[in-house]
């Protein structure tokens, strides 16, 4: 698929991705949302976003996210195509109504939970990252120097900075072609990654200190409740990296990490080492991802999210031969 040979017959285009967008989902919108506007300036291309982290103010025209739609403020346009990238149609938050209401939808996503929810659907699981799938997308001989930076950013935020398993030889040479446009990739890294604010140190610290360790050391739990994010004035964007350094743990074969979002609310992140398919123990409470690395919204008290979770996890490690 090209998108530009998608897009080329509508008069105005949409660009959403899902709540709390992490680096892949801000990089592969920020890249489609730059190339349609470079290839068709003469269209209104609009990105619609929660704001995203601090951290990623290095792509070109970040600012111009519409997050006051995301923020409750309504919007009444229609748009001929709407582009939901990273994501189901029911995780675009406030930009829902526009995916459903556009004339022509498409959706473009590598989780392996996404069964498609556009008109046209480009879903590959095999690919690191929907970064990845942008530059299958659109035309090489159209990227630059910004596009290329965009992409770059969400193919590494994925992908643990090229350390995880889904990192494949494809997407190891289209980073080549991506640095080769001459941004400064290792700043790029230092700065949208590994990076961290003082309250995200402190935090980070906290979860791992009031970490344990159970199923006879073969899963790691951790929690922040809500009111330790209001005491530090923090909320979701801190706690980004969390879950995979508490999955580095020696041993450890699943990580789960959770954070309040309500009461008797938690938001969860699974992290895997391989034995575990944590996309299917995500999909079985209503959640999605890919077999190492998902998430979940579960309700109870921190101790019920746990017991649930770990029946799921005890069972996979059985059929591993683990336990």
Known sequence: MKIAEEVKDAKSIGIGGHIRPDGDCVGACMALYLYLRKVFPEKPVELFLEQPSEVFRCIKDIDKIRTDVMEGGGCEEDFDVFIALDTVADRLGAAEPLFNRAERTINIDHHISNKGCGTVNF???????????????????????????????????????FRYSNTSPETLAIASKLVAFGFDFSEVIEKTFYE?????????????????????????????????LDFYHADAKDLEGIVSQLNQTRDVECTIF?????????????????????????????????????????NGTFYD??????????????RAGME
């Open 258 to 298: 959770m954070y309040q979002t309500g009461v008797l609310e938690y938001k969860v992140s699974l992290r895997s080492k391989g034995k575990v398919d944590v996309a299917e123990i995500a999909v079985y409470f209503g959640g999605g991802g890919h077999m190492r690395a998902a998430g979940c919204t579960m």
């Open 196 to 228: 961290k604010t003082y309250v995200q140190t402190l935090l980070l610290g906290r979860a791992l200190l009031e970490s344990i360790l159970i199923m006879d050391g073969k899963c790691i739990v951790s929690g922040i409740e809500k009111k330790t």
């Open 305 to 318: 999210v746990v017991n649930n979770l770990t029946l799921h996890i005890e069972r996979q490690l059985k």
């Open 123 to 161: 879903i590959d699981p095999h690919a690191s990252s929907t970064s990845e799938l942008v530059f299958r997308i659109i035309e090489e001989e159209k990227l630059d120097k910004e596009i290329a930076k965009a992409i770059y950013i969400g193919i590494v935020h994925d992908t643990g900075v």
